[in-house]
């Protein structure tokens, strides 16, 4: 397949994943056809984890690429998904009541940038 193909196909389902991130960020899980609710928290909770496993993994991978190439677009990228991530997770924390992850959000935040901005400031374009 050719360069274009890929791109489109990758951010089209990239798309897709952020749209359904919206979705279950404003309406929840209970828009699903779960026939079983009592399991509805233990898997909302297992999901979560294995959400943060993935992204964590792909921030693990991608961040440590971008580090050792000193990559000035690829630190951008992912500054800029660490920020809308912990941004929109805040927001819906403060929502919630849940102001300790607030917190969290915000030094979650903090940890990230610092070696990022350090790529941005000295890196070239990668």
Known sequence: MSEKT??????????????????????????L??????????????????????WGSTLFFVGRAA?????????????LGIVVWLVIEAAFSARYGVWFNVGVDTVVL???AVPLIAVLRSAQDG
């Open 6 to 31: 890929l791109l489109l196909w990758f951010s089209v389902i990239s798309v897709i994943l952020i749209l359904w991130g919206v979705v279950f960020a404003v309406f929840g899980l209970d828009v």
């Open 110 to 112: 903090a940890l990230f």
């Open 67 to 79: 580090l050792r190439r000193g990559d000035r677009k690829l630190a951008k990228s992912l500054l």
């Open 33 to 54: 056809p779960i026939i079983n609710r009592a399991v509805l928290l233990q898997w909302e909770s297992a999901l979560y984890g294995a959400i943060m496993i993935g």
